[in-house]
């Protein structure tokens, strides 16, 4: 197995462009190639969002414009066409960490984890020994307050910088981006140690910083526990190294998502379709609906179940497990009456680290199975997106073995 366990020198996420944070960008990362001409659907607004590009939809939102400024809609193949209130909603499959925990009940826990991670790549974790009233409520709190605060003194954050451990910023891409998405965002870089990172974050609202640090802190340690049943569940320690240097040393981002009320929601995504480009991915979200996921062909509407976690599969994990667990596509949609608050805590191995499948699994002594990824690593998920084959697949896709048969 090629993931070695030396130190980590660079959080993933904070050497990557904005867009690709945490992310495998499908779908609509070239909808810029296929745009079609400035269509006149509001028009009337456009004044009042020439400087979208660079004061983001929070404020179009303040301003009150009750159409979408063109540059918001997407091409009609690509527009969710229904407000996401109204779409078809699931319930994910729980995994309840406190029956975990009980001896006698961890076999049937871990059965539900591992059907979770093989058909949906989704699951939420409830009893997660994160306080709900505490340390997650005043995390969703103060994120709420931060994009409150005057565009002047969130604009502190804007950088140019991708190593830049606190970014802010709108849309996917804000630079790039031709048609943009309904969404403002705070990137705090969590690498650990936390507490070299934690000064350079926002020092108002006065509390975040302490705040986001106890967060940061309880959802790693949630993550740590997730992973090492997932991998349990599947059959394997992470022996290779893989789980002590996720425990220890992995990347960690976490992403602030604001998603204003959007006057014509069908026209247009909070996030466009995507898999997460790590290990685990951590969500904690308000009471509005707006993640959906992909499975069985259709978008389906995460129900909000409060003081869970969404858990998803991302990219690293699915290669890891050798295409065992999956890593979904899902997307964020929007409505035109709540606004909706969400943190995505990124989980992966430091940007150093080659990602294949794990040897226990490849293992032909104990009667393993055929490789089905080529190894991957950071440099190689630049190149790409670079690249003219990032333009017609995902990354995902690029990693597989022409002749993997990824079907269990
Ligand atoms: O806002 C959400 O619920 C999900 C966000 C997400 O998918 C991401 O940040 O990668
Ligand atoms: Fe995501």
């Known amino acids: 197995m090629c993931i070695a366990c030396s130190s980590n020198k660079l959080s993933i996420y904070s050497q990557i462009p904005i867009e690709v944070t945490a992310m495998a960008i499908v779908g609509l990362s070239n909808a810029g190639d296929r745009l079609p001409p400035k269509r006149a659907v509001g028009d009337d607004d456009e004044a009042a969002a020439a400087d979208y590009r660079l004061k983001g939809v929070r404020h179009l939102s303040d301003a009150g414009i009750t159409r979408l400024p063109g540059k918001y809609v997407l091409p009609a193949s690509d527009r969710p066409g229904?407000?996401?209130?109204?779409?078809?909603?699931?319930k994910l499959p729980v995994v309840d960490l406190g029956r975990l925990r009980v001896p006698s009940e961890r076999a049937?826990?871990?059965?539900?984890?591992?059907?979770?991670?093989?058909e949906f790549g989704f699951f939420q974790v409830v009893n997660h020994g994160v306080d709900v009233d505490g340390a997650a409520a005043r995390m969703l709190d103060v994120a709420a307050r931060f994009f409150e605060l005057p565009f002047q003194e969130r604009a502190?954050?804007?950088?140019?910088?991708?190593?830049?451990?606190?970014?802010?910023?709108?849309?996917?891409?804000?630079?790039?981006?031709?048609?943009?998405?309904?969404?403002?965002?705070?990137?705090?870089s969590c690498a650990p140690p936390l507490r070299d990172v934690v000064p350079s974050w926002p020092d108002s609202p006065a509390d975040l910083r302490e705040v986001a640090a106890e967060y940061a802190s309880a959802n790693r340690r949630v993550f740590v526990e997730v992973v090492e049943a997932a991998l349990e569940a599947m059959g394997i320690g992470g022996g290779d190294g893989v789980m002590e240097e996720l425990a220890t040393a992995g990347s960690h981002m976490m992403t602030v998502n604001c998603y204003p009320a959007c006057p014509q929601p069908e026209l247009t995504l909070g996030m466009p379709p995507h898999s997460d480009y790590g290990f685990l991915t951590l969500v904690l979200q308000d009471d509005v609906e707006g993640l959906q996921v992909m499975h069985g062909g259709e978008w389906l509407t995460v129900d909000p179940v409060p003081g869970s976690f969404?858990?998803?599969?991302?990219?690293?994990?699915?290669?890891?497990?050798?295409?065992r667990y999956k890593s979904v596509l899902h997307r964020v949609g929007v409505n035109s009456t709540r606004p909706r608050i969400s943190v995505a805590s990124f989980h992966s191995v430091g940007a150093e680290r080659v990602v294949g499948p794990a040897a226990e699994l490849?293992?032909?002594?104990?009667?393993?199975?055929?490789?089905?990824?080529?190894?991957?690593?950071?440099?190689?998920?630049?190149?790409?997106?670079a690249s003219a084959e990032g333009k017609h697949k995902t990354f995902l896709q690029s990693r597989r073995l022409a002749f993997a048969d990824v079907h269990f």
């Open 82 to 90: 229904r407000s996401v209130s109204a779409g078809t909603r699931v």
């Open 108 to 118: 049937a826990v871990l059965k539900t984890l591992e059907a979770a991670c093989r």
């Open 156 to 188: 502190r954050y804007m950088s140019a910088d991708v190593r830049a451990p606190v970014r802010y910023g709108t849309s996917f891409n804000q630079a790039n981006d031709a048609v943009l998405c309904w969404r403002d965002f705070l990137k705090l």
């Open 310 to 323: 969404v858990v998803n599969i991302g990219d690293h994990f699915e290669i890891y497990s050798n295409g």
């Open 362 to 385: 490849l293992d032909q002594g104990r009667g393993g199975e055929p490789r089905r990824y080529m190894d991957t690593d950071f440099a190689t998920f630049l190149a790409y997106l």
